[in-house]
């Protein structure tokens, strides 16, 4: 197989003017950036509309798209808004930080003016409409309602919406008609831009890494639609909800409080809601990694309104019957498996049985405690190998913030002196390696600190907001990754 690399970096770090990254000329820039830079990939974070902590891992929908993404030079562009009217919008003053707060506040209202204008009679929003019919107005009409009740969970909603009678649903179309409606053309216009987007990458060589959440949001239209699919009772409430058990790192573990699955109601069903979700971002995406992965062969199930995971145990998941069903129905669709974590053999198994490559992450494999499979003289060239990932701190702060004993293990291993750099050591390491593919995140390429991290695990605030700067994508940078890539064969 083709030795190849790309580059790391959300949609929502790229530099723009209007407080967050879009889909407009910066992204084309990047592109135009990583197609001279030999980079065959630029891998992005879930595209979904944001929720709880401004995650996009917390998404309203699985299928959904962010609007903060629209790129609003091309609404104006369009005709659908004016530059004064832009202008006049606050979305945060500092280029380095998104300001969520303000995006919130400003951004929807230009959306809905451009909405107001945009004509719905046309084929194109047609057809996307009748394309999208399994999931948009489910999600257009749970947008509208959560609108409708100041933004709450429909958990909070009055009973009859919140268990979806059907004389309230045919109620809530009539009344919030035009509602429904602006939360579509938000869609509309988001992935009129994407494609245009993607195929521009296409063309110039580039593939874009998507990022599929495992779990969906216990504030979802995808469980207020379709609890049958999850860990329901009679009522519709949840039985049991995602997590992650206590180990040396929390002694509560983790609660995620994500919806779990009723995999048997998925396999009974031919597994039809993840072959829908697959073949969505199949057109989304070029290459569609699966996070949690392990979630597949075994799951963490917490008692539903547990206050930590302590009281949690251990289920099977659906394993090869899923990843079959899968492969069977989407035979040409490339998946990289998010393998991370404690390794058993029956994830091990499952991976191997699968085909898929699994994930390599240097940061994680430097514990001086004991061997570790994620050394770059046990990988297998079924595998993608990174340095960190948006989770990880950036290189040039984990070598200061892991424990001593286990960055100096890292030197050691990579042979460095005192004085050598060990961010750009680990790079080529990871570009050296047997892995097909590898993919560096765009804050260790830069040597970029703490400062420039983009999430921190189990902790709220400051999160998902590090943007990176327009003079940073210089010829002669272009010029540095590109011979890295030349150098290691993955051109």
């Known amino acids: 197989m083709k030795r190849t690399c790309g580059i790391l970096l959300p949609v929502s770090s790229l530099p723009s003017p209007w407080g967050i990254g879009t889909l407009g000329e910066e992204a084309y820039r990047f592109v135009d950036f990583l197609a001279a830079a030999g980079q065959h990939y630029w891998q992005i974070l879930p595209l979904g509309p944001i929720g709880y902590g401004d995650s996009p891992y917390q998404s309203f929908s699985a299928f959904a798209a962010n609007p903060y993404y629209i790129d609003l030079e091309t609404l104006i562009g369009e005709g659908l808004l004016q530059r004064a009217e832009v202008e006049a919008t606050y979305c945060g003053?500092?280029?380095?930080?998104?300001?969520?707060?303000?995006?919130?506040?400003?951004?929807?209202?230009?959306?809905?003016?451009?909405?107001?204008?945009?004509?719905?009679?046309?084929?194109?929003?047609?057809?996307?409409v009748a394309q999208n019919m399994a999931w948009l107005p489910d999600y257009a009409l749970f947008m509208a309602l959560k609108a409708e009740h100041g933004m709450v969970s429909f958990t909070e909603w009055p009973e009859p919406l919140r268990r979806r009678d059907a004389e309230a649903l045919l109620a809530a179309r009539v009344r919030l008609e035009h509602e429904i409606r602006y939360w579509q053309v938000c869609q509309y216009l988001f992935y009129a831009q994407w494609h245009r987007l993607k195929s521009y990458a296409n063309e110039h060589g580039v593939r874009i890494i998507g990022d599929?959440?495992?779990?969906?949001?216990?504030?979802?239209?995808?469980?207020?639609?379709?609890?049958?699919?999850?860990?329901?009772?009679?009522?519709?409430?949840?039985?049991?909800?995602?997590?992650?058990?206590?180990?040396?790192?929390?002694?509560?573990?983790?609660?995620?409080?994500?919806?779990?699955?009723?995999?048997?109601?998925?396999?009974?069903?031919?597994?039809?809601?993840?072959?829908?979700?697959?073949?969505?971002?199949?057109?989304?995406?070029?290459?569609?990694?699966?996070?949690?992965?392990?979630g597949f062969e075994s799951y963490y199930a917490i008692p539903a309104g547990a206050k930590n995971a302590v009281g949690g145990s251990w289920r099977e998941g659906p394993g090869m019957k899923l990843i079959e069903k899968i492969k069977t129905a989407l035979p040409e669709l490339p998946i990289i498996a998010e393998d991370l974590g404690y390794q058993t053999d029956a994830l091990r198994r499952m991976l191997a049985e699968s085909g898929f490559p699994g994930m390599k992450v240097l940061q994680f494999a430097f514990d001086s405690r004991e061997?570790?499979?994620?050394?770059?003289?046990?990988?297998?060239?079924?595998?993608?190998?990174?340095?960190?990932?948006?989770?990880?701190?950036?290189?040039?702060?984990?070598?200061?913030?892991?424990?001593?004993?286990?960055?100096?293990?890292?030197?050691?291993?990579?042979?460095?002196?005192?004085?050598?750099?060990?961010?750009?050591?680990?790079?080529?390491a990871a570009l050296a390696s047997v892995s097909d593919t590898c993919i560096i995140p765009l804050q260790d390429y830069l040597g970029l600190g703490k400062e420039a991290r983009t999430n921190t695990p189990s902790t709220l605030g400051g999160n998902w907001q590090w943007r990176v700067?327009?003079?940073?994508?210089?010829?002669?940078?272009?010029q540095e990754l590109h011979a890295l890539a030349a150098l290691y064969g993955r051109i």
Not at 99 to 114: C, I, K, P, Q, V
Not at 418 to 423: G, M
């Open 371 to 428: 061997e570790s499979d994620y050394l770059p003289h046990n990988y297998t060239r079924n595998s993608v190998v990174y340095t960190g990932t948006h989770d990880n701190p950036p290189t040039a702060d984990w070598q200061y913030s892991a424990p001593p004993e286990d960055a100096a293990f890292a030197r050691r291993y990579l042979g460095l002196q005192p004085e050598q750099d060990l961010t750009r050591a680990l790079v080529r």
């Open 469 to 478: 700067q327009k003079d940073m994508f210089t010829p002669g940078f272009a």
């Open 212 to 294: 599929l959440p495992i779990y969906v949001s216990p504030d979802s239209s995808d469980l207020w639609a379709s609890r049958e699919l999850f860990q329901t009772n009679e009522n519709g409430d949840l039985t049991e909800v995602a997590g992650c058990p206590p180990d040396a790192f929390s002694e509560e573990g983790q609660l995620w409080g994500n919806p779990l699955y009723n995999w048997q109601q998925h396999l009974d069903t031919g597994c039809a809601w993840w072959i829908r979700r697959l073949r969505h971002a199949g057109e989304v995406y070029d290459v569609v990694r699966i996070d949690h992965f392990r």
């Open 93 to 128: 003053s500092d280029p380095a930080k998104v300001d969520y707060g303000a995006l919130y506040a400003g951004r929807f209202e230009l959306l809905r003016l451009a909405a107001d204008r945009f004509d719905t009679g046309c084929n194109a929003y047609a057809d996307f």
